[in-house]
């Protein structure tokens, strides 16, 4: 089952940059196989509507890669395998909620003061260099 879905997220990602690729006109960089399976989802495009062509051609690329990757026999379906468990609110167990970051409060000053500091060294070491430059032309006269 490790390697159906290892083989499954490979196939999505693949497939998703493959056809962002092909969207840029990058196509023609892609492998062989890759053009392939373009071709194919092209051609179910015209079958069926675009959700049904991906999900198919994604199938295919699992399979292939599911292959590939050392699975034996007939690749098992992973979406009928993975059902998240539902709490006791309806949500599932393994999804954790977004929470916005608190603010954080600056102070009246702070902005300007932030600005400044990175100015002073480099300001310093410009000083620092002319008052070097100017005492080597000194001496050295």
């Known amino acids: ?83 998240p468990q539902q709490s006791a609110a309806g949500r599932a167990a393994n999804v954790t909620a977004f929470k916005r970051p608190s603010p954080q409060r600056q102070r009246a000053g702070s902005a300007p003061q932030a600005r400044a500091k990175p100015r002073l060294p480099v300001a310093l070491i410009f000083v620092c260099l002319v008052i070097v430059y100017t005492a080597f032309r000194y001496f050295l006269r």
């Open 1 to 83: 089952m490790m390697i159906a879905r290892r083989a499954d997220t490979r196939a999505k990602a693949d497939f998703a940059t493959w056809k962002m690729m092909a969207k840029l006109n990058g196509a023609s960089s892609l492998p062989p196989e890759a053009q392939n399976f373009l071709e194919r989802y092209k051609a179910l495009l015209q079958e069926k509507n675009e959700a049904e062509a991906t999900d198919a051609v994604v199938h295919l690329i699992y399979r292939a890669y599911y292959e590939e990757m050392g699975g034996a026999g007939e690749p098992p379906d992973v979406k009928a395998q993975v059902k």
